[in-house]
Structures are given as C-alpha cells and as structure tokens.
C-alpha cells in the first residue's frame, strides 16, 4: 500500500530508499554489498555470449560491443550466499562518452544483450550514442545470464508439450496437478526453487544498481522500453536518489494488477485489430472484406477452425492460438501488417507459415527453430512479481477478455474452474501493486507513449507519468515504443535533449509529437 501523505513524517524513521516502509515486503534493504560493488568487469568480444542463432548473427554487426560477467547475490538478504552471473554488454559511444545509459528492451524475458546491441545498430547518428556508453544486460533469469530459467517444456515429453500448448493460450484451463508440475518443470531445469525465487523486477532492480556501481556510475541514466518501464520504476522507487535521468517509453501502468493489466492489452488489441482491417479493406483481395461491421466475424472465421484442425506451417501446424499470436504480433509495428494479412489468406489456402513466423518471432524463436528462452523467464518473472489471482477472477477475465476483445475468443465453452499457472511457484506478489507510489527526491523522467499502442495501452503511460510526477510525451501514431527505432524524430530530438543536458521544452510536462508513418 502507498504511503499515506499525512503518515510521511512519522514513517521516515523507518523508511527504506524510495519511500517505501523498511518493513514493507515490496522492498528489502541491500546489506552491505561492498564486495560486489567493487568488482572490475573483465570485458570482452561477444561471441560467447551469443546463446541463439539470431545472437550469432547480429552481434557481429556491431563488432565495437564488448561483454562481460557481473556477480551479484543470488538472494539480496544472503549476501553471503550463492552468487548469479550477469550477463552485461557495453557499446562505447562513438564521441567523448559523457558516461553510461543503461537500456532494457521490454519482457519481461527479453535479452538484453540481443535488445542493446540491435538498439545500438539502429541508433548510429542519434546524438545519444555519440555521447554515452550504451550498457545492457540479461535480467535475471534471462539470456546468457546465469541461472537462465528452463522451464522443460521442450524437451520432447509428453507432459512438456500438453502444457506447452496450453499455457500458450491467454486464459489457460489448469488443474492443480498441472501448476504443480509447471513449477517442478522450471524448478528444476533453472537451478532449484531458490532461481525461481530471485527472478523478479525488485531483484533485477538491485542487479542493476550493483552494475552502476560497479562501472563507477554516481547516478544512473535510464531508457526502458515496455517492460523496461516497470523496471525504470520500481529502480525509481528503490533507489530514487541515484537516478540522474530516465526515459519510460511504452509504458505499464502502475496501478494494475495482471487480471486488469491483460485486459487492458487485450481491449487495446481489438482496437488495433480495427485499425489494421481498416488498412486491409484498402487493399485488393482482402480476406477479412470490407464492412466494419464484419471484420470480427471474417477473422473468427478464418481462425477458430483452427481450434479443431491444425493446418500445416513448415516443419510443423499452426493451431487456433499461434495464429491468434500471429496476427497480434502485428500489432507491435503498423509496418508488420501486411504480413498479417498475407498469414490470413495463406490460412484460407490451408497454409500458416506466415502467421507462425510472426508469433514465433515475437516470442524469440528464430527462422531455424532456435528459441531464446523468453517465454519461460516471461512466465517465472511475472509469478514473482503479480499477485495471484484466484479461480474467480480468472473466470471473470476469460469473459471479460472475449466481451472486450472478441478477436480473442475461440468460440469453444469453457466452464471448468482454473487455477494460476503461478500457484505453485515459490514467491508471487513480490511487486506490489500500485508501486512506485509517492517517491521523494527523484528527479524529472519522461514518459513517452503511442496513442495507438495495443501492448501497453496510452492511459497506462498518463498514469505512471502521474505517479512519478514526471513529463508525458504523447506519440499520435500506431505501434509499440518510440525512441531509437525511427518512429518519430520530434520524439527522439526531445529524449536526446533530456537525456545529454536534462532539459525539456518550455511546454513541458505535455509535450505532442507526431509518429512519422
């Protein structure tokens, strides 16, 4: 629970950095970390670092990266204890460096090696990567760093495979046997229930402050994307003194909890749906026609047949969820639309080979099959972090989710009681929600959004803007995320000003650009 205003001075005796309570179990004081703080980063070329085939194919293009292994605490209150290895990349600025940003790409799950040295490749005349150290790094539990969570759902089993497909679905229909062996299964292909515990966005927080510290940093500059908004955030709250400047571009709100967080995105997604059959009813031969009113129909009917007969996709079938997963892939970038819409006619011909290469690339499966292991860190990090809702409020969200986003809906009755696929995992809620409520002493941030963001909704980005007191830059275009990827120049001649001199236009704190698409 947020500190209550009129309480601030009697609770800051025993206040823990960022406001929070020190006895709130949101946030755990670091002991004394000295040893790790003061460990020097042996760097080095990449190439063991690269874990998947799209690894070894794009981190030679940007051969300047180097990488290196951080030790932290497996479990900040065993300092003592077991360690975990981070994986930590840097990429020199190409002028006088003016010091580190530090860069997460989104996830929960994403790699952070992969994310900064593509952002870099993207970024190669931004004033930003002139000036400063871009740094990433594989969260915990993610990537090339160590314990990397495996949760053995592919390893050819029987059991592996049933769960595999159905925790693939959004509102998935488990029992308890079934959380019980998806806990088990990650458990033991991650290093034990004490992995699984120290996965989550408070502990990957502390890992990143370690690193600031570590590359001799006094505050910290900071460009998270998507997920990388709450780990800005929940930084934010832990350590608000030592931020210097933060960017959260496609923002999580801060206020939801996941049932509500889900259904935001999956209300946004019909939207987005609308908006790319719109642009399909320009085109000719479009296969979801050109009424408004029947656009939703159209798709139902191209998918949900796919509920009960699978239709061949390269070495293997799209079923009603992956090419469900496909077509909200799309939704990530206006320019991925005609994609999805060339995967809808390749259904109605009985192929899916599109609309899998969509949602396979957007959960990091390469061309060849190769997967990272961002579905299973995506699923261990949210358990941590999220309460767990119980089998009432899923039921409510499986009818709330088909009411909002009806694209969603596969057309089958499911009646039976579930349980959360995070119901045996040994920490949820980790998080707190609202977090990253009444902060004193951090400075500016800015919070950029997409008014047509599907995956992290434009209200999400107004309510953390909010909450940090910080400026919103409103993006008027369709897509997911804005600086670097050459959504908006206004956007990033703006970041670039903030991040180098920390200032922001005399209109601030609401600033308007438009996404050049």
Known sequence: MAIIAALAAVLAACTAPGGVPADDPRSTPIPALEQFHTQELAWEDCADYAITAQDEKYFPLVPEAECARMLVPMDYTDPDGDTASVAVVRVPARGESKGSLFFNPGGPGGAGLLGTIGASSLMTKSAVTESFDLI????????????????????????GEDLLARIGSPIPTLTEDDTKELADRCAEGSGGMEALANVGTRTTAKDMDVLRAVLGEDQLNFLGQSYG?????????????????????????????????????YGGFQGSFEDLASFCATQADCPLG????????????????????????????????AGLGGVLASFYS??????????????????????????????????????????????????ADEDLPDADELAQLREDTYAQAPIMDPGTSVDDPTRDKCADFPVTGELGIPYAQDIEGLPSTLVISLTGDAATPYEGAVELAKTLEGTLLTVEGEGHTVIGRGVSACADAIAATYLLDLELPENAPDLTCAAEQ
């Open 136 to 159: 990433g790094f594989d969260p915990r539990g993610v990537g090339a760093t160590e314990p990397a969570i495996d949760c053995k759902l592919t390893d050819g089993s029987a059991e």
């Open 229 to 265: 908004t709450r780990l800005g955030a929940i930084y934010a709250e832990e350590f608000p003194e030592n931020v210097r400047a933060m960017i959260l571009d496609g923002a999580f709100d801060p206020a939801l909890g996941s049932p509500e967080r889900l259904l935001a995105s």
């Open 290 to 321: 050109t009424d408004p009113r029947g656009w939703t129909a159209a798709l139902q009917s191209i998918l949900r047949p796919l509920v009960d007969n699978s239709v061949p996709a390269g070495d293997t079938e799209l079923n009603f969820d």
């Open 334 to 383: 206006p320019d991925l639309w005609p994609l999805a819409i060339e995967g809808l006619r390749e259904v109605q011909q009985g192929r899916g080979d599109q609309l899998l290469q969509l949602a396979t690339g957007i959960a990091g499966i390469s061309d060849e099959g190769q997967s990272s292991n961002m579905t299973d860190a995506s699923l261990a990090i949210n358990c």
